[in-house]
Structure formats: structure tokens, C-alpha cells
């Protein structure tokens, strides 16, 4: 009880502290391009540079396969969070811990199959956290 | 020239053509498209089997709109790859196509060429092209025990190449 107070009061300290910010972007990944370490996947492989269905991609490549992407829109803001977990690791043996989140507020999310791409050739799966509504996804349709 | 040569047989050859495919195609450019899902979950050659004259000509071209793809011939200097193609062939690789770049090759030397997308192999992105001259017979698949079972899979029987000339997979 008196732990669980403790966290209560923890938390309604922090959220005072930061009432706003909370849930915005972090200012490194707002707007493209963000801040180094990210690096834009195009000029690590060979990709297009706008992949339809995801936008401009960024990653900082010391996070490979997992990431976090961050992807852009053709205004150059920051619509999702992507990350890319080969099939081949999500087994008993290995877990994905702390994986960043520098995005901001979530609205929705995918989790979808991937046959593999230059960077992460293995098959694996997307888990897309969109910062966007889903109406917001057209503005990386193409 | 050749388009127009193609074209020009297209039109008086029509009825013949189920008979002998390779009569139709011969002379001209052999087109294998890279496709792919929009979302990238499934990634393949269309046609992923042809059957060719020896001299021909195919092109590749990248036709996925997300993704690089690669024409790579099964061999030693590819990536240390098992040989799968013809004694006294040249091994060929395309290296990394963005969308809408096109790759070539002509191939001489008659029998079986096994390849591959470099970073969609493990997906099953492979491909097989059977260079023979007309009623060329005796060739057989290569032994199997030189890749993986996902991999084996991705090819077409050579039986089916030679008896139809062309063939596609299911998107
Ligand atoms: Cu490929």
C-alpha cells in the first residue's frame, strides 16, 4: 500500500512536471531528418527512397534488425515508429527489452508480415506504431 | 526491331503457337518482372520459369515499387553459392535494382540456370531459365541436396518449363 502510494505520487510528479511534452515526439525525431544517430536507411542500402505504405525511413544502424525506424510523410513529419523483428528470433531463446520509443503518442498499430528487404534480408515482421489517425497512413501511400 | 519481328509472328503464327512455344519467342527479348507485394509480405520473379533458345536474351526489371531486388546466377563466385548452371556458363549477377531498373544477360550455353534475389532468397524468391535448342532433350533437375528445403521449393519442375514455356506464380 504504501509502495503503491509512493509510485502514485511518483507519477502525478513526473506528469506535473512535463504536462504537455508528454506525449509529443521527441524533438530529435519530430521532423526529418532527426538527429544523428539516425541515418537514412536509403544511404545505408540499396532502397528506394520512399517506400509506399511507409515514407522516409531513418534508423540509427547500431539498433539493426530491431530498430527503431522512424518514417516520415512527404512533409517531412514523423508518422510512425517501426519495428523489424526477424521471425527467426521470436523464439524462447531471445527477447527485444527497452527497444526505444522516441515517437510520442500512439494511435494505432500494425503487425504485419515481411518477405525481407535490403538491411533486414531475413523475413520478419513489422510492428508499425503509428502516430497518425488511420486516415493519416494515405500521406505515405505513394 | 525485334519487338516489331515478335509483334509481326503474333498475329499469322496465333494457331501454332500452343505447339511450339519456343518458335514464338525465339529472337526476341525473354522480359522477367521483380514483384512484390505492396506491403512487402510476398516477393517473386513473374515468370519464374522460361524456357529460352541458346543466344537469347532476358531481361530483368524491377517492377516492386518498395523493395531492391537482385538476378543472381547460382554459383561459387556469387556469394559462395552451390554451382547450378551449366559447365563452361559465365555466372551472372545483377547486383541491387531499384524499381524500374532492368538487368540482362544472353545465355549460350544450353541446360539448366538456377538463380536468385540476394536479399529474398530465404523468402523463395528464386528463378530457373532452361536454355535449349528445339527438341533438345535430357535435362534433368539439379540434385537437391545443395540448399534448403524452402528453397527447393521455390523452383518450377523442369518437366513444366519445357512444356509450357512460361511459368508464373501466384501472387
Ligand atoms: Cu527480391
Redesign the interface.
Known sequence: MTRFFAFAALALASLAATPVLAHDPADAVATNPPDAPYQKVNTL????EF????GELFVDPATLPAGPFVAYNHDGKLVSTIYMIPLSRMNADTSFDDLAAPGGNVDHVDI???????GV???HE?IVLWHVPVAGEASVA? | MERRNFLWWGGGMAAVFSLSPRLAIGGSVVEIAMQGRPDGSKVWFDPYGVLIQPGQTVRWTNKDKGNAHTATAYALENYDHPRRMPEGAKPFDSDYLLPDESFEVTLDVPGLYDYFCLPHELSGMVGRIVVAAPEQTGFADYPDGDLNAEIIAGFPAVTDILARGSLQKDE
Open positions: 542500402v540499396p532502397l528506394p517506400l509506399p505504405g511507409i504485419y508480415f515481411n518477405a525481407g528487404h535490403p534480408e531475413e523475413p513489422h505513394e
